[in-house]
């Protein structure tokens, strides 16, 4: 089983629409959680962190569930520019970053 | 700043060749690590670095190797190319190895062919 799991979509969704993600991590010990957004043939880049109590960044909401240790990120009002594939990552004792294969969006006009 | 950059973009290698792909960054960060992604598998990391002169294994270190004689520097080594290590290799850098690691920079990669 992997460390971290992603469903690799793809996920096709209109403009305007809301859309979430689902990983799950198997290390319990786990400490740090994050989403980061790659763009075709570019590097990844950090969306935002997870918190225990959830956290919101605009139309970007995050969760996190330790008790069944996985993590969501919610897209509300989806745009074009949303396209992108979406990496779940877990920091874990070693303070080694561990990545999910990522969920890939492709949001149509 | 120019940030983390890579070089080279792409290389092709045939099976044997060694190489070293170069990373720099400009920000003074202490942590710097190497990464390989391959289609399905996600991130991968190979070898990091948590300052000047000390270095540490990470999940797929065999055929690489690495080496930090300055902040700014952390060269990849391939030693001996297999098709195998046909991949995308990222590095990135970061102020700190703690739990604040989240804001890892990257750089925009290399692509490697290994024939």
């Known amino acids: 089983r992997k460390e971290v799991e992603q469903d690799p979509g793809p996920f096709n969704v209109p403009e305007g629409a809301t859309v979430a993600f689902n990983c799950t991590y198997s290390?319990?010990?786990?400490?740090?959680f994050f989403w980061y957004r790659q763009d075709c043939r570019k590097e990844p880049k950090l969306l935002m962190s997870?918190?225990?109590s959830g956290n919101e960044d605009g139309r970007f909401t995050a969760q996190l569930n330790r008790a069944s240790q996985y993590i969501s990120l919610l897209i509300r009002d989806s745009k074009l520019s949303d396209s992108a594939t979406y990496l779940c990552?877990?920091?874990?004792?070693?303070?080694?970053?561990?990545f999910g294969g990522g969920t890939r969006l492709m949001v149509k006009p | 700043n120019a940030g983390v950059t890579q070089t080279p973009k792409f290389q092709v290698l045939k099976t044997g060749q060694s190489m070293t792909l170069q990373c720099a960054q400009d920000?003074?960060?202490?942590?710097m690590s190497w990464y390989r992604q391959d289609p399905g598998m996600g991130l991968r990391l190979i070898h990091y670095?948590?300052?000047?002169?000390?270095?540490d294994q990470g999940e797929v270190p065999n055929g690489y190797n690495v080496s930090r004689s300055t902040t700014e520097d952390f060269p990849l080594r391939l030693l001996s190319a297999a098709p195998s290590q046909t991949s995308v290799y990222f590095c990135?850098?970061?102020?700190?190895?703690?739990?604040?690691?989240?804001?890892?920079?990257f750089g925009p990669g290399t692509r490697l062919l290994v024939l």
């Open positions: 990135a850098s970061s102020y700190s190895t703690g739990a604040s690691q989240e804001t890892q920079y």
């Open positions: 290390n319990s010990a786990s400490q740090s």
């Open positions: 997870v918190y225990s």
């Open positions: 990552v877990v920091l874990n004792a070693g303070n080694m970053l561990t």
């Open positions: 920000m003074n960060h202490e942590y």
């Open positions: 670095s948590v300052g000047a002169g000390i270095t």
